[in-house]
């Protein structure tokens, strides 16, 4: 495992939509543990491979409960909507208020190709969310109400 850059404010890959994943190989493995190894020492709950300058539809999240791969994340379903702080490891030290889902069910594959559904609310929610839309393209201050800073968070 190696840790990996992550892309700040501005770098072009956090603005590219992510192609899918198409093999499922070593290459693949060593990505997930690089980013899984990347996020935990940044100290995230998410990273998303465009994050770390791979433009693939690959995810990582832990929000306490233990690591969570995603290949070709999907959200299938989504339900209610709450407004909550956000930050993002490509934007460090800033923070916003940013409304999403309540609820989601997404759509992937694991490591091996095998297709699964897991279904998040709050954190989890957000954070699959989040990490989804940056395989769009799309970071936080797009969808951002307001920002905030650190000690508003507390």
Known sequence: ?????IAKEGEDCLR?????????DNKLKTLL???AETMYEANGVGLAAPQVS???RVVVIDVGEGL???INPEIISQGGSVEDSEGCLSFPG??????????VAV???DRNGKEFIIEGEDLLARALCHETDHLNGVV?????IRMCTADELE
Not at 16 to 24: G, M, R, Y
């Open 54 to 56: 791979v433009l693939r």
């Open 16 to 24: 590219k939509v992510a192609k899918p994943v198409t093999v499922f």
């Open 107 to 109: 759509k992937a594959f």
């Open 94 to 103: 800033q923070y916003g208020i940013v409304a999403r889902p309540e609820k």
């Open 68 to 70: 969570i791969e995603l």
């Open 1 to 5: 495992m190696a840790l990996r850059t």
């Open 33 to 35: 543990d690089d980013m």
């Open 140 to 144: 936080f201050k797009d969808l951002v």
